[in-house]
Antibody
Framework: EVQLVESGGHLVQPGGSLKLSCAASGFTFSGSAIHWVRQASGKGLEWVGRIRSKANNYAPAYGVSVTGRCTVSRDDLKNTAYLQLDSLRTEDTAVYYC?????????????WGQGLLVTVSS | QSVLTQPPSVSGAPGQRVTISCTGSSSNIGAGYDVQWYLQLPGTAPKLLIYGNNNRPSGVPDRFSGSKSGTSASLAITGLQADDEADYYCQTYDRGLIAWVFGEGTKLTVL
C-alpha cells in the first residue's frame, strides 16, 4: 500500500523557518518525483515545489510565492522528501501536502499524504 | 486568482448529471498539457479522479468522465449520489508560469 506521511512544522513565528518531512512507503521512492502542495483554510490548492529523482538530477522547481525562500530535498535511503521554507509569512499558514507525481506529459498526482497544518503566527 | 477558472459551485439532484468546467489558456490547457481532476472531501487530502484528460484510476466509478477541447476541460458526473458532495479541482501545467496549476475549485452540492 502506498503511503505518504508528513511531519514537522506546526506553529512557527513570522520570519522563522520550517522543515517538513514526507516519509514514503509502498512504492519505489527513489524513482519518483515528489511535489508539495498547500491549501490555506477555505482556499484552493497551490503548488509549492518539486524534487525529481536521481535519474533526473534531483531537479527542483518552486512556485512563484515561495521562490527564493524554499528548498526541496530528499534522502532516498530514508525514503523521505523534505520541504524547507524560510522567512515565513502569515500567508504561508496552510495545510501542506506531499504528493507523488507521475511524469507523463504534464503529469499527475496519484498519491497524497494526509496533510500537515502549519500555522505562522506570533 | 488561478489561471484555471472553475465555477465556484454547481448543484444537482440525486440521479442527475452535472458538469464542471475548467477554462485555461494557450499557456496551459491550450498548449496541449493534460488535465487532471481531483475530488476533496472536507478535512481530507485530494484524491485523483481523472488523469490524462479522460482516464480513470482504478476504483473510480465510470460515472465520472473527463473531456478536453481547446483551452477548456470538463468533468461530468452522472447518476449523482449524495456522497459525491465535495470540492472538485482541475489541474494542469502552465508553461508560461513554469508551474503546475490548479483551478480554484468547485463545490458540488447534491440537492
Amino acid at each position: 500500500e502506498v503511503q505518504l506521511v508528513e511531519s514537522g512544522g506546526h506553529l512557527v513565528q513570522p520570519g522563522g523557518s520550517l522543515k517538513l518531512s514526507c516519509a514514503a512507503s509502498g512504492f519505489t521512492f527513489s524513482g519518483s518525483a515528489i511535489h508539495w502542495v498547500r491549501q490555506a483554510s477555505g482556499k484552493g490548492l497551490e503548488w509549492v515545489g518539486r524534487i525529481r529523482s536521481k535519474a533526473n538530477n534531483y531537479a527542483p522547481a518552486y512556485g512563484v510565492s515561495v521562490t527564493g525562500r524554499c528548498t526541496v530535498s530528499r534522502d532516498d535511503l530514508k525514503n523521505t522528501a523534505y520541504l524547507q521554507l524560510d522567512s515565513l509569512r502569515t500567508e504561508d499558514t496552510a495545510v501542506y501536502y506531499c504528493t507523488r507525481h507521475v511524469e507523463e506529459n504534464s503529469g499527475y498526482f496519484d498519491y497524497w499524504g494526509q496533510g500537515l497544518l502549519v500555522t505562522v503566527s506570533s | 486568482q488561478s489561471v484555471l477558472t472553475q465555477p465556484p459551485s454547481v448543484s444537482g439532484a440525486p440521479g442527475q448529471r452535472v458538469t464542471i468546467s475548467c477554462t485555461g489558456s494557450s499557456s496551459n490547457i491550450g498548449a496541449g498539457y493534460d488535465v487532471q481532476w481531483y475530488l476533496q472531501l472536507p478535512g481530507t487530502a485530494p484524491k485523483l479522479l481523472i488523469y490524462g484528460n479522460n482516464n480513470r484510476p482504478s476504483g473510480v466509478p465510470d460515472r465520472f468522465s473527463g473531456s478536453k477541447s481547446g483551452t477548456s476541460a470538463s468533468l461530468a458526473i452522472t447518476g449523482l449520489q449524495a456522497d459525491d458532495e465535495a470540492d472538485y479541482y482541475c489541474q494542469t501545467y502552465d508553461r508560461g508560469l513554469i508551474a503546475w496549476v490548479f483551478g480554484e475549485g468547485t463545490k458540488l452540492t447534491v440537492l
